[in-house]
């Protein structure tokens, strides 16, 4: 055992942390109340690697291993979960199974720019009947000569106003269900690839969210990502990843609301003295800095794994799980520590809080998480302590 | 990061599942709430190396890391929470003989401990008015010539019925208030004015002793006070550190049984036509279990290899216990839930895992305590 980060991965981590602190924190706010992406940032980003941390640096990436990327999205989170889920799902959900899958033409074509974040990716799983049940998809690709007619409509597509590329999950064999599925890389200038429309949300609003309308889009079979029917291997071992990528988001966000509450807990008084003096305070912050840490230990564990190559359902489900609740639970005991303050746009766990609900939605709802993981345990057992 | 264990960690973890499965079990299976651990199976696992696993083989111990020590406790409470408190406790005292004792205290008592002569040993700290405020503790010590003589009360002692000495924590000076005034002493069983008291009849654990002392006037010679005057509670304090990640371990293993038991009985049992395990409902709660064990295990882990380390590890000790703790005990009732009426009773173990683990989030400081130590730790000079 060996608890300690490599070198590289503490010199990732300030990296990050000195971008979040400088560039991405002062944005926040405004980000969060007009809804504006933060073009600047991302284009920063990807000039700090950030964007494609754990692709090869031959295929234009950081060459980072996976907790280091983990660390890096800890820390842009903190300072702003927005900006944290668009670096989310560019690394997590396109850079990977494009690595993962993808043939070397593919990888040197599409992989390159993406990692270099010099285009952006976005990831089309859900639909407006599959969210959960993803494996329920409407989305169809007839084939007609080099080309697959992809018609259909996808539903909460993060980055989805802003990406040059999607990945897109369609089926081919309808017939087989699950196993018709396959996965495309759609260039989202395409003829008949229309944003429907802008969803207005509860929290992360500098991030877009879109439903995208599939009208007889043209896709060249050679843009078939893996091989065909087998599209839903690509999304749930892509879910792993995405998983991961959720977890450390929601590390920032806890963070966040616990550094808010000590800084304002000794600050703010009442009866004469600091409220971090009334056990009532100490004990919400005990508790907040407790879970923030065993869901640091789930998610880099999980991480640590998944970048050995390993498959990891139980892993990545209990590091989503638990991290969301936790950020869930930081954030309310930062309202509640700022009392009035916290329910008011002035002071941050305002945000944080709305920011904190998706991380128990997206990626898979929590209630699927605890489905994979029972299953898993009563499948295979638990495994050794 | 590394999360896997070495190849000895994982050598010494097979070696305590063997001995708990093979020696202890059976030892323990015909137990009635009303017995105590048995004489000969406590002074096996003193001879085989399980009271003295930290100290140096130099010294006749078995020189194992804090991670290897806190997987031998976890393996322990698998099959006898019991047995793995005693040898806990046992061990927090050889570990304080190693760190804070003399050559002459090594001969004395923690031979003792290695021969089996003394099967376990006893921490004497807690009084009827001073538990968390433990530094209030009012037991005198008074010097008189080359002696001190002990007098007062304590009361929560661990293995008072098997152990041969007491590591006792009594106040030297009424000047001074707190914890400076108190100083640790060893004292043997044998000492005139040793009154052995009422065992508590508790709601678990009941195979291990916990007993009430009374001292009257015992006189013990002042080469048998660790380190000097005054110093006491620092010995205490040190040693509780280590007593917490023992106590996070204790509660895992009893929770990873429980679980255990929970999918298997899940499985087999049908309800509606179909297997418990089927059912939503059910699910979640082995999800939760799983989810929050493997958090614990993470954050015990990681504060016995700093421990092993020598590293600072007081912050991650706490957190490792008062999560560990929480999470056992609320798992535990789950399992009992998951059983249903069988749940209740006693032809099922979930009944007695709830029991026995219920404690571990009062001894070795409660999470009231420990919730108090992070929030220090983190909201720095309050």
């Known amino acids: ?48 690697s950030l964007m494609g941390m754990c692709v090869p640096e031959d295929l234009g990436g950081a060459g980072m291993d996976m907790l280091a990327y983990v660390l890096a999205l800890e820390e842009i989170s903190t300072a702003c979960a927005s900006t944290g889920v668009i670096m989310s799902v560019n690394n997590s959900l396109v ?13 040197q074509k599409f992989l390159i720019p993406l990692a270099r974040g010099e285009k952006l990716g976005c990831y089309a799983l859900t639909e407006p009947n599959a969210g959960t049940d993803a494996g329920h998809q409407e989305t169809k690709a007839v084939k007609k000569g080099n080309n697959f007619i992809l018609n259909g409509t996808k539903q909460f597509i993060t980055n989805g106003a802003e990406a040059d590329l999607c990945i897109v999950y369609a089926n081919t064999a309808p017939e087989k269900g699950v196993k018709g599925i396959s996965a495309f890389i759609v260039d989202t200038k395409s003829a008949g690839f229309k944003i429907a429309k802008k969803e207005k949300k509860l929290g992360i609003r500098g991030s877009s969210c879109v439903q995208i309308v599939l009208d007889n889009v043209e896709v060249p079979k050679d843009n078939l990502l893996h091989r065909e029917g087998e599209g839903f291997k690509v999304a749930m071992s892509t879910l792993e990843v995405g998983r991961i990528g959720i977890a450390a988001q929601a590390l920032g966000i806890g963070q966040a609301a616990l550094a808010a509450s000590i800084k304002y807990s000794k600050e703010r008084e009442q009866f004469g003295q600091p409220i971090a003096n009334f056990q009532a305070i100490q004990f919400m912050i005990a508790d907040m800095a407790t879970r923030l840490d065993a869901a640091r230990m789930l998610t880099y564990k999980a991480a640590q794994l998944k970048g050995t190559g390993a498959r990891t359902p139980v892993e990545s489900s209990q590091a989503k799980l638990y991290a969301s609740e936790m950020c869930m639970y930081n954030a309310w005991a930062a309202v509640q520590i700022h009392g009035g303050y916290g329910y008011v746009e002035d002071y941050i766990p305002e945000r ?34 | 990061m590394k999360f896997e264990l070495s190849d000895d960690q994982r050598a010494i973890q097979k070696w305590a599942k063997n001995f708990a499965q093979a020696v202890v079990a059976p030892a323990v299976s015909k137990l009635s709430d009303s017995d105590k651990l048995p004489m000969d199976l406590l002074k096996k696992l003193s001879t085989e190396g399980f009271m003295s696993l930290m100290v140096p083989e130099a010294k006749g111990g078995a020189g194992l890391d804090s991670l290897s020590f806190s997987l031998v406790i976890t393996e322990l409470a698998k099959i006898c929470a019991s047995t793995s408190i005693s040898v806990a406790v046992s061990n927090m005292i050889a570990d304080v003989l190693v760190r804070e004792g003399q050559e002459h205290h090594h001969d004395k008592f923690l031979s003792q401990l290695l021969s089996g002569e003394s099967p376990t040993a006893s921490f004497c700290l807690t009084e009827n008015s001073s538990g968390s405020d433990a530094s209030a503790l009012q037991m005198t010590a008074k010097k008189e010539g080359d002696h001190y003589c002990l007098n007062g009360e304590k009361i929560y002692v661990t293995n008072g019925a098997f152990s041969n000495f007491f590591l006792v924590m009594a ?41 009430r002392m009374v001292f009257e006037n015992v006189m013990v010679p002042e080469s048998d006070r660790l380190l000097n005057d005054g110093e006491g509670m620092q010995v205490a304090l040190r040693a509780l ?13 009893v929770a990873r049984r429980s679980l255990e038991a929970g999918i298997e009985y899940a499985k087999l049992r049908e309800q509606f036509g179909k297997s418990l395990s089927e059912f939503q409902a059910i699910q979640w709660k082995i999800a939760n279990a799983a989810t929050e064990l ?12 700093l421990k092993s380390q020598q590293r600072p590890h007081r912050l991650e000790a706490s957190m490792a216990k008062l999560f560990s703790t929480e999470m056992a005990i609320r798992l535990c009732n789950e399992m009992i839930q998951i059983h249903g009426g069988y749940g209740y009773i006693k032809d099922y173990p979930v009944e007695k895992y709830y029991r026995d683990v219920r404690v571990t989030s009062l001894y070795e400081g409660t999470s009231e305590i420990q919730r108090t130590v992070i929030a220090k730790n983190i909201l720095g000079g309050l």
Do not use: H
Not at chain 1, 26 to 47: H, N, S
Not at chain 2, 175 to 198: H, Y
Not at chain 2, 241 to 253: E, P, T
């Open chain 2, 171 to 211: 106040r030297t000076t009424t000047e001074v208030k707190g914890s400076k005034g108190v100083s640790a002493f060893l004292v043997p069983r044998a000492s005139k004015g040793v009154v052995i008291g009422k065992e508590e009849d508790k709601m678990g654990l009941s195979a291990s002793s916990t007993i």
């Open chain 2, 294 to 305: 493997s958090a614990a295990e993470l954050l015990i882990r990681r504060a016995a290899w």
């Open chain 1, 95 to 107: 850079c990977e199974p494009i690595k993962r899958f993808a043939t070397d033409e593919q990888k």
């Open chain 1, 1 to 48: 055992m060996n608890f300690d980060f490599t070198d590289e991965q503490i010199a990732v981590r300030d990296m990050a942390k000195d971008f979040a602190d400088r560039k991405v924190r002062p944005l926040a706010d405004e980000l969060d109340k007009t809804g504006r992406y933060p073009q600047e940032l991302i284009k920063e980003m990807a000039e700090l």
């Open chain 2, 241 to 253: 550190d280590g007593g917490r990640i023992s106590v996070a371990s204790q509660a895992l293993g």
């Open chain 1, 352 to 385: 944080l809080f709305r920011d904190a609900k998706i991380c128990e939605i997206y990626e898979g709802t929590n209630e699927v998480q605890r489905i994979l993981i029972a299953r898993n345990l009563i499948k295979e057992g638990l495994s050794d302590l």
